[in-house]
């Protein structure tokens, strides 16, 4: 072996690491928001959240992936640590998938259907399908199935750059002598653990020994505590994306490493047990790629066997290793940057958390408006409260998204970025008019100043449209309803309308002597702000309606919707301003 067969590995290496997480991204797109929803469904108790483990490991193909994810989700409030470890075990068993794909290279038959299945003669035709479907297709779910075709084509490249590589050990009197190091157990871990820990994959180094038994030099006696090993150095990734988070993300990392250690532990008892009462011959024998897929899967599903009815207790050691840290205050994490790990989940946790923020909109909203008509000081501390937390999701929100946008997305994904920027843009200007409304109500109460009971009769519908309008604007963005999106723009034209009426005939009032200038203006400013609410309620239904329908411009929908054509538009105008009126009796 000379300096080229290394320049040879380390290349095999780097294409297999591109490879693997080229195939992860394509995966994760064509599951989109899945993931999140699936987050929710399936974390309800010990077993649904194996079950998600394993079904998200097999997805992103990385459980070192996962479990940076996990901290993130700890570290977010959006999950607990029992949840996590939960997903941890069942992550443990998802990551043996990847050792079964590798273990195709090893197959050796003459018969032509058999050496089909070998990677090295299917690889080149799903790359080149891959990049038919890149360069053809406009349908973005296609292009993501092309890119994880050409992700497991330079996998499984790199796979066979590695094993031919380390086939010159075979022969190499000097590779022999460093073997007789692996005979000690305790070596194998030491080796797996390092290894591992060093390119923060254990799908990588599961295949670099999976290339390295192709020599025929490594039995299983020896890749046993190897694989035990490589299962400990993955939790590096853990261990790295928990500095800096608050305790219970912490707790993750550490149960995560426990977990592993454990089984360890327990297996590399019994592994000293039987080797030193009984002579087994499987454990001098070569192993193959198969042999040691079968090992990986055997310490993975009995590690999580046995220690899965231990979880409560699993979850009292992590409490034990991280204690609470009383002098120390946790800032509350509104999303943790280690999502952007995963893009689609990332999205569909922005899209929850701006539905938080949208609440608290409507909560100060309807809160203030209240004010006009009696004044509290402990709910205006509230609401003042709120302002400032709504200011915090726009800030976080807006800066998490960005950073979000700069990755490499689907369509679909970039599109609901662009919407889920928008919308807290609005949500967080209607959270500024809601505080405006209630400066207005302080100022009242302070100086005494009322409306006139012409005024008072008018705001009250106008309220009540534009509650009703905020209503149906966050129902379209939590439940994606656009059918009903297309009801808020004739309503808005209403309450546009209205406002226009109702401030003239309070103009009307000002020259008739029927209220002050103070009050007027006072009147003029809430008129203003109520309408700019209805407005940012119209931009983020049109927006919805903009990503399902790819784009339209906003000009362009208005126009289309107040066309005399639109008999749609014109008869829920007209059944709006029924309802809504205005008009003196």
């Given at each position: 072996?000379?300096?080229?067969?290394?320049?040879?590995?380390?290349?095999?290496?780097?294409?297999?690491?591109?490879?693997?997480?080229?195939?992860?991204?394509?995966?994760?797109?064509?599951?989109?928001?899945?993931?999140?929803?699936?987050?929710?469904?399936?974390?309800?108790?010990?077993?649904?959240?194996?079950?998600?483990?394993?079904?998200?490991?097999?997805?992103?193909?990385?459980?070192?992936?996962?479990?940076?994810?996990?901290?993130?989700?700890?570290?977010?409030?959006?999950?607990?640590?029992?949840?996590?470890?939960?997903?941890?075990?069942?992550?443990?068993?998802?990551?043996?998938?990847?050792?079964?794909?590798?273990?195709?290279?090893?197959?050796?038959?003459?018969?032509?259907?058999?050496?089909?299945?070998?990677?090295?003669?299917?690889?080149?035709?799903?790359?080149?399908?891959?990049?038919?479907?890149?360069?053809?297709?406009?349908?973005?779910?296609?292009?993501?199935?092309?890119?994880?075709?050409?992700?497991?084509?330079?996998?499984?490249?790199?796979?066979?750059?590695?094993?031919?590589?380390?086939?010159?050990?075979?022969?190499?009197?000097?590779?022999?002598?460093?073997?007789?190091?692996?005979?000690?157990?305790?070596?194998?871990?030491?080796?797996?653990?390092?290894?591992?820990?060093?390119?923060?994959?254990?799908?990588?180094?599961?295949?670099?020994?999976?290339?390295?038994?192709?020599?025929?030099?490594?039995?299983?006696?020896?890749a046993f505590p190897i694989i035990m090993g490589q299962n400990i150095g993955t939790c590096i990734s853990a261990v790295l994306s928990a500095i800096g988070v608050n305790t219970n993300a912490r707790r993750v990392a550490a149960a995560h490493i426990m977990f592993n250690i454990l089984g360890t532990i327990i297996f590399m008892i019994g592994f000293q047990i039987v080797t030193s009462f009984w002579v087994i011959p499987l454990f001098s024998k070569s192993i193959n790629p198969f042999g040691i897929a079968v090992l990986h899967s055997i310490f993975n599903l009995a590690t999580t066997a046995m220690l899965f009815p231990f979880t409560k207790q699993l979850e009292k050691i992590a409490v034990f290793m991280v204690k609470d840290d009383k002098d120390a205050k946790e800032k509350e994490v509104i999303i943790d940057e280690r999502l952007l790990l995963s893009p689609s989940f990332a999205i569909g946790e922005c899209a929850r958390l701006t539905a938080e923020m949208a609440k608290i909109v409507e909560y100060n909203f309807l809160n203030s408006t209240k004010m006009l008509k009696s004044y509290h000081q402990r709910s205006a501390e509230h609401i003042a409260e709120n302002e400032l937390q709504i200011d915090t999701y726009e800030d976080k929100l807006g800066s998490f998204l960005l950073k979000l946008s700069a990755r490499q997305l689907s369509d679909e994904d970039s599109n609901r970025i662009t919407q889920l920027l928008l919308?807290?843009?609005?949500?967080?200007?209607?959270?500024?008019?809601?505080?405006?409304?209630?400066?207005?109500?302080?100022?009242?109460?302070?100086?005494?100043?009322?409306?006139?009971?012409?005024?008072?009769?008018?705001?009250?519908?106008?309220?009540?449209?534009?509650?009703?309008?905020?209503?149906?604007?966050?129902?379209?963005?939590?439940?994606?309803?656009?059918?009903?999106?297309?009801?808020?723009?004739?309503?808005e034209q209403v309450i546009k309308k209205n406002i226009r009426k109702v401030k003239s005939r309070h103009v009307k009032r000002l020259k008739d002597g029927l209220c002050s200038v103070d009050v007027s203006f006072m009147f003029s400013d809430l008129m203003n702000d109520l309408r700019r609410i209805a407005a940012h309620c119209s931009n983020i239904a049109t927006c919805a309606i903009q990503i399902k329908e790819s784009s339209m411009e906003k000009h362009e929908y208005s126009h289309r919707t107040k066309s005399l054509e639109n008999t749609d538009f014109t008869n829920k105008y007209e059944s709006y301003k029924s309802i809504y009126s205005v008009s003196k009796n």
């Amino acid at each position: 072996m000379d300096i080229f067969n290394i320049f040879t590995l380390l290349g095999g290496l780097a294409f297999f690491l591109y490879g693997m997480t080229v195939m992860s991204g394509g995966l994760e797109k064509v599951a989109g928001g899945k993931m999140e929803q699936l987050l929710r469904e399936m974390t309800s108790n010990p077993i649904k959240s194996l079950v998600l483990g394993m079904g998200i490991t097999v997805i992103v193909q990385s459980s070192s992936a996962v479990t940076v994810m996990l901290v993130g989700l700890v570290n977010s409030g959006i999950m607990n640590l029992t949840q996590a470890i939960g997903v941890i075990m069942g992550s443990n068993v998802g990551t043996t998938v990847t050792a079964w794909i590798l273990s195709l290279s090893g197959i050796e038959s003459d018969n032509i259907f058999v050496q089909l299945l070998k990677p090295e003669s299917f690889s080149p035709l799903l790359a080149l399908a891959g990049v038919i479907m890149m360069m053809a297709s406009k349908k973005s779910k296609t292009k993501n199935v092309g890119t994880i075709l050409i992700g497991f084509a330079i996998l499984m490249f790199g796979m066979e750059l590695m094993k031919n590589a380390m086939s010159p050990l075979a022969d190499m009197p000097e590779f022999t002598n460093i073997l007789t190091a692996f005979s000690n157990p305790l070596f194998g871990i030491l080796i797996g653990t390092v290894v591992t820990a060093v390119i923060q994959s254990s799908a990588a180094s599961v295949g670099i020994l999976q290339a390295l038994s192709l020599t025929g030099s490594i039995s299983y006696g020896m890749a046993f505590p190897i694989i035990m090993g490589q299962n400990i150095g993955t939790c590096i990734s853990a261990v790295l994306s928990a500095i800096g988070v608050n305790t219970n993300a912490r707790r993750v990392a550490a149960a995560h490493i426990m977990f592993n250690i454990l089984g360890t532990i327990i297996f590399m008892i019994g592994f000293q047990i039987v080797t030193s009462f009984w002579v087994i011959p499987l454990f001098s024998k070569s192993i193959n790629p198969f042999g040691i897929a079968v090992l990986h899967s055997i310490f993975n599903l009995a590690t999580t066997a046995m220690l899965f009815p231990f979880t409560k207790q699993l979850e009292k050691i992590a409490v034990f290793m991280v204690k609470d840290d009383k002098d120390a205050k946790e800032k509350e994490v509104i999303i943790d940057e280690r999502l952007l790990l995963s893009p689609s989940f990332a999205i569909g946790e922005c899209a929850r958390l701006t539905a938080e923020m949208a609440k608290i909109v409507e909560y100060n909203f309807l809160n203030s408006t209240k004010m006009l008509k009696s004044y509290h000081q402990r709910s205006a501390e509230h609401i003042a409260e709120n302002e400032l937390q709504i200011d915090t999701y726009e800030d976080k929100l807006g800066s998490f998204l960005l950073k979000l946008s700069a990755r490499q997305l689907s369509d679909e994904d970039s599109n609901r970025i662009t919407q889920l920027l928008l919308t807290i843009g609005d949500y967080e200007r209607i959270g500024d008019h809601a505080s405006y409304i209630l400066k207005i109500a302080e100022t009242m109460h302070e100086k005494k100043q009322k409306f006139s009971p012409e005024a008072i009769e008018e705001l009250k519908v106008i309220v009540h449209a534009v509650s009703e309008i905020f209503r149906m604007t966050l129902e379209v963005f939590t439940g994606d309803n656009v059918i009903l999106a297309q009801e808020v723009e004739p309503l808005e034209q209403v309450i546009k309308k209205n406002i226009r009426k109702v401030k003239s005939r309070h103009v009307k009032r000002l020259k008739d002597g029927l209220c002050s200038v103070d009050v007027s203006f006072m009147f003029s400013d809430l008129m203003n702000d109520l309408r700019r609410i209805a407005a940012h309620c119209s931009n983020i239904a049109t927006c919805a309606i903009q990503i399902k329908e790819s784009s339209m411009e906003k000009h362009e929908y208005s126009h289309r919707t107040k066309s005399l054509e639109n008999t749609d538009f014109t008869n829920k105008y007209e059944s709006y301003k029924s309802i809504y009126s205005v008009s003196k009796n």
